[in-house]
């Protein structure tokens, strides 16, 4: 069974430029996530997807940061302009089923530097 | 709200020695536990859960866990560690709190460094 698909794995940019993320989930996967780890700290949940729709993104910072789950399938995570606190590793994760007790598979993740 | 506590930042053994390492909950309602590791350039891999039941959860890799609810602690133990555990170890808790619908709280992680 193939795993979480993430791309690119790095990125460079410059602060004020616009970058995208891109993640293909397991198959049959109906929820997927996005998360921020910062150097030095645990994974933060950003966005959550249950098919095609968001069930919580209370934590994107939405005047920089979207993301959208086309056909319930890919997700795309975007950020418009880029500051220098967004350097960090972009995990997607997926899992079954939305629920409390699912296991979720993370990607490798794409790590961004912001110069 | 619930929290992770990693109690140690970074943990040097020696191959063939015992580890343990060290996680506290804060919360206001029952808790689903979680223990992921993860390899240099990696994504993270589930090690073993606690969602109910007998409280020594066992998992990969030889690990295991105890769940402690009267010291809400999730400590995660392995009697002989080898070279190929070196990796970073996050603890993590979700629970059903505030309209969260199965999203996890990570602790900081502890990095685990095995000498041989």
């Known amino acids: 069974e193939a795993g979480v698909a993430q791309s690119p794995r790095y990125k460079i940019i410059e602060k004020r430029q616009s970058v995208a993320f891109w993640c293909n989930p397991i198959?049959?996967?109906?929820?997927l996530y996005w998360y921020q780890q910062i150097l030095g700290q645990g994974p933060k949940l950003l966005i959550q997807?249950?098919?095609?729709?968001?069930?919580?993104d209370s934590q994107l910072p939405k005047d920089r940061f979207s993301a959208e789950r086309l056909k319930g399938v890919d997700s795309t995570l975007k950020i418009q302009p880029a500051k220098l606190e967004d350097s960090a590793v972009y995990l997607c994760a997926s899992s079954l089923e939305m629920g409390f007790q699912e296991t979720q598979y993370f990607g490798p993740g794409t790590r961004l530097l912001v110069l | 709200a619930q929290s992770v506590t990693q109690l140690d930042s970074q943990v040097p053994v020696f191959e063939e020695a015992p580890v343990e390492l060290r996680c506290n909950y804060s919360?206001?309602?029952?808790?689903?536990l979680f223990w992921y590791v993860q390899y240099p350039n990696q994504g993270l891999q589930l090690l073993l859960k606690?969602?109910?039941?007998?409280?020594l959860v066992k998992g990969i890799n030889g690990f295991e866990a105890e769940f402690n609810k009267s010291q809400t602690s999730f400590h995660l133990r392995k009697p002989s560690v080898h070279i190929s555990d070196t990796a970073e170890y996050f603890c993590?808790?979700?629970?059903?709190?505030?309209?969260?619908?199965?999203?996890?709280?990570f602790g900081k992680g502890t990095k685990l460094s095995v000498k041989p």
């Open positions: 198959s049959g996967h109906a929820t």
């Open positions: 919360s206001s309602v029952s808790v689903y």
């Open positions: 606690y969602l109910s039941g007998s409280t």
């Open positions: 993590a808790v979700s629970a059903p709190y505030g309209g969260s619908q199965g999203n996890l709280i």
């Open positions: 997807f249950q098919n095609n729709g968001v069930v919580d």
